[in-house]
């Protein structure tokens, strides 16, 4: 086995290569950039090295300084993880020019499948199923058009050098043909710098289903089941399982040969997934092959029981796989979550922030967590903004779910806003738990999914209110914790002798300022809420407050961060902060929180004219970052007063973007 092995990589799987690594007795070399100086990744490797600038063109992009830092290092093989350089046929060429292992597969079968067009040709000649259309080299804009009324609208027309959804438009009647036909072609040209397009019958309930395969280097291949990836947004995949529900053990065992037979046209050896469209009759067509390991790799690893990063260490060596086709068993259910820094009510807008408040769920045989960061650290503008991969294994689908469920709730995340709460509804959405799964599931469930919890305040309000007051009662005036938390002489609390000991707050909390009042007799609280009386105890130990209410013992987690509190209780989480009288200074921060730029990108296009009374929700401005659009809008009823940028203009992350007024506020 290799002694020591580079990860050209950052993050969970930089992380996640590491622990195989480590289990194999393999020694590690992290990089690292400026912007990843105190990572996890850092800080698990045996030794890291910097590679520069923290954008990845300036860092992770770099196939000379990574290889340099492999041959500096003595790492007798590198793995480029997913992204990056994964699928970078000159770099895996580089590095065996230098006789360092690119674990991963020949460089030439990352080529044959780095077109989507070249990848149909060969697997047509292999004998794999393809979505009916048209993938030649002749870019006639007739021929293509004449293919389609051919087939049959809709179509789907493709960029063949596409990737991560873009260059792909529907087309639903020829009469639209035209018009979709140069709008994909510019979002080719201007995303990958090649306008080639094939056209494909587009399938309009298809499910994503793909197949983990592997290969040696002495002619052994299997495939490891399948994976369901069906639910996406904006075609990036959400919520993953393994296996595929509701599919026969022979559609199974077919698809699987069709994957092997498939990687075996191409040379194939390593990871692989062959991704494919199952149709609701039942037929399914190959899309496209990734020649690396993929984000969800984890399901299967779950249902399978083996290590799929050792599995490639040991086929990068030379060696056997470790199971023949008979030997691979598939044992009960497993989901993957992925959980972002991004505003799922918003577009899916990725957020930056610091994680101030991080307990992921205990990881335990059915619960794993595959995370990068530790609580305080950034989620920056320059890389993915995934937080962690949650993965749930159990015996069946439905208690794999309901593992799902519990481990998303008790996932604590302050300080950024998450994908939690949206992919909860998802997770416990009627018709996911039916399996009723197709790539428009997002889509069509959308007011199933997207809501706010139904949140209690009779119940939830004296609890927020007492959390607060512990937690007060825990500083001290300089902000260290109180010696002794119970001494009326410590709390800057309302205590005063020989009068009624009353607290009166007032909590933000759900879009709403709601007034409480708790009068403190020692250790028994009465909180009044809208004129309703609540009898109850509490105490915080560490962030933990244990409550009483009226005998009923329950807990709660206290979350501080730098824009309030969250108490998370087992219905969900209650954010909240403490309105100050006279200040109101919470509030209009809020109203402008939208109006800066949420990261470094470009201003596409203003969409208003100043000066003109919009609604709340109005589209104001169109940015684009991290490779894709993403529209600003009106926090409330007002006014844009100015816009600071034009179209065009490069914009920093918190940049103010316009001068907003809402109305009735005086200029
Ligand atoms: P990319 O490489 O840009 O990710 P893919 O070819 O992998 O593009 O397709 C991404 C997603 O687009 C698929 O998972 C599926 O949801 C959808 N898709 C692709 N081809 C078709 C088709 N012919 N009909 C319907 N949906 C499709």
């Known amino acids: 086995m290799f002694s020591k092995i580079l990860i050209a990589n950052r993050g969970e799987i930089a992380c996640r290569i590491i622990k195989t690594a480590r289990k194999m007795g393999v020694a590690t070399v992290a990089v690292y950039s400026d912007a990843d100086q105190d990572a996890l990744h850092v800080r698990l490797a045996d030794e890291a090295i910097y590679i520069g600038g923290a954008p990845a063109r300036e860092s992770y992009l770099l196939a000379d300084k990574i290889l340099e830092a492999a041959k500096e290092t003595g790492a007798q093989a590198v793995h480029p993880g997913y992204g990056f350089l994964s699928e970078n046929a000159d770099f895996a060429r580089s590095c065996a020019e230098n006789n360092i292992v690119f674990i991963g597969p020949p460089t030439t079968a990352i080529e044959a499948m780095g077109s989507k067009s070249a990848a149909k040709n060969i697997m047509e000649k292999a004998g794999v199923p393809l979505v009916p259309g048209y993938h030649g080299d002749d870019q006639n804009p007739e021929l293509l058009r004449a293919a389609s009324d051919e087939m049959g609208y809709p179509v789907l027309l493709k960029a063949t050098a596409g990737g991560g959804g873009k260059g792909m438009r529907q087309v639903w009647s020829a009469q639209e043909f035209d018009e979709a036909l140069a709008a994909a072609k510019r979002e080719s040209l201007s995303s990958f710098g090649d306008e080639t ?6 399938l309009t309930k298809p499910r994503h289903v793909e197949v983990q395969v592997f290969c040696d280097t002495l002619g052994n291949a299997v495939y490891l089941a399948e994976r369901d990836c069906s639910v996406q947004r904006r075609h990036q995949k959400v919520i993953e399982e393994a296996p595929a529900p509701n599919m026969s053990n022979q559609l199974r065992a077919e698809m699987g040969e069709t994957a092997v037979q498939a990687a075996q046209a191409i040379n194939y050896t390593g990871a692989g997934t062959v991704e494919f469209l199952l149709d609701e009759d ?19 690893e779950m249902v399978t029981g083996q290590d799929l990063v050792e599995w490639q260490l040991k086929v990068a060596y030379g060696e056997a796989l470790p199971l023949t086709q008979k030997e691979v068993r598939v044992n009960g259910h497993a989901f993957e979550a992925r959980i972002y820094a991004e505003d799922p009510s918003n577009d899916f807008l990725p957020v930056t922030g610091t994680l101030e408040f991080l307990r992921p769920p205990e990881e335990s045989l059915h619960v794993r967590v595959d995370t990068g960061v530790c609580e305080g650290d950034e989620v920056s503008v320059y890389y993915d903004p995934m937080i962690a991969k949650l993965i749930v294994w159990d015996e069946s689908r439905e208690r794999a779910l309901q593992r799902l469920a519990t481990s998303l709730k008790d996932y604590r995340i302050g300080g950024t806003v998450t994908n939690l709460d949206f992919l909860y509804n998802l997770a416990t959405s009627q018709p996911f738990a039916n399996a009723e799964v197709d790539t ?7 007011d199933l999914i997207f809501h706010d919890r139904q949140q209690d305040f009779e119940k939830e309000l004296p609890l927020a209110a007492l959390a607060l007051l512990l937690h007060k009662q825990q500083q001290t005036p300089t902000g260290i914790k109180a010696i002794d938390p119970w001494s009326p002489w410590q709390g800057n609390g309302a205590w005063r002798l020989n009068e009624p000991h009353i607290h009166r707050l007032s909590l933000h909390c759900h879009q709403q300022e709601h007034a409480v009042e708790i009068e403190q ?27 009483d209410v009226d005998g009923h013992r329950l807990q709660g987690t206290l979350a501080s961060t730098a824009d309030g509190f969250t108490l998370y209780l087992s219905e969900g989480a209650c954010h909240f902060y403490e309105v100050m009288p006279d200040t109101g200074e919470a509030d209009s921060n809020e109203a402008n929180a939208g109006l800066s730029a949420p990261m470094n990108g470009t201003v596409v296009t203003l969409l208003i004219e100043p000066g003109i009374d919009v609604e709340a929700g109005t589209a104001l401005l169109v940015m684009e970052a991290m490779k894709m659009e993403h529209t600003i809008k009106a926090p409330e009823d007002g006014k844009v007063e100015v816009f600071y940028y034009a179209a065009g203009d490069l914009v920093d992350g918190g940049a103010e973007l316009m001068q907003f007024t809402p109305s009735g506020e005086a200029v």
């Open 521 to 547: 007799r020692g250790a028994l609280y009465i909180a009044c809420v809208a004129g309703r009386k609540t009898h109850l105890r509490g105490e915080l130990i560490d962030d933990v407050v244990h409550f």
């Open 197 to 202: 397009m094939l056209v494909e019958k587009y």
């Open 440 to 446: 428009g599931f997002i889509e069509k469930h959308h």
């Open 282 to 300: 039942g037929s399914y067509y190959f899309m496209e092959m990734n020649t690396r390991l993929q984000v969800e790799h984890p399901v299967t």
